[in-house]
């Protein structure tokens, strides 16, 4: 018998924890790391697509705004925390990824309950790339519900700052699917949406003009991204308040996340957006967004080197 190790399988997913490089599924964090016992955390997503990160320098930048707001240290300039996130991709070979970048608090001295005396931890991960939606969900658009559930205001938790601050979203989301909707946008109290698990969200309204929440939202990358789209294409855009009342009465909808770009929304509160059908602006900043993909000034190819096991 060989006393040799196996090699480990980083088929689905590398993972970047305590130091060490694990196959994703022996990935573990302490019990007792703030980030698991107080959602004492930050994190950021940055997506590989045809071997190559888009738009990575833009997710380092907010991830290390996020940690100075949330006071958290990474340890790692981003240059470094650019090396930890290719190795992971590299290791899973994979060529379409979902890739997660963490700092947790950490865990003060026995005793202690200040949060300065904590540790930051950074972890990171890549698994297969996440879809928001479904093919048939993308391909007929989604089914959104306005929820009356209150996303936390960014005065108690800054919404810029990508937290874990998740369970307003849950349980709209919770909510949106027992009622037979796909997925949900929370208010903000007063009568304005503002954003969903995972995503940020765009109306075409009535007059034809493209609008995007201004506050309470994180600013999602992808959400620059149409704003950028929008502005290339000549398409008028404004970011502010988007009431409620503005989305159910729409031409078109849609959704913004690292997890599948642009995704139509064609049923606001069981009524048709429009006619129900995917409308035209929609597919133009749908196939604009894939081929910014291959704007050499958004894509950081990967480098897989010489043994790159791939999908
Ligand atoms: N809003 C929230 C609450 C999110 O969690 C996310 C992404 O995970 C987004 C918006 C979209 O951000 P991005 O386009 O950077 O993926």
New binding site residues.
Partial sequence: MSAQAATPDYSQGAAYVGGQYVPIAEARIPITDWGFLRSDATYD?VTVWDGAFFRLDAHLERFMASCARFRLDPGLPPAGIAEVLAQCVRLSGLRAAYVEMIVTRGQPPWGSRDPRQAVNQFHAFAVPYVWIANEAQRARGLHLAVSSVQRIPSTSVDARA?NYHWND?TMGLLGALDGGADTVVLSDGAGHVV?G????LFCVNAQGTLVTPAEG??E????RTVIEMAAALGLPLQVRALPAAELRGAREVFL????GGVLPVTWVDGAPVGDGAVGPVTRQLVDTYWAWHRDPRLATPVDYGPDAGFE
Avoid: Q
């Fill in positions: 997503v990508k979203l954003e698990p995972g995503f940020n939202v994180l999602g990358i992808t959400r913004s996340s690292s997890g």
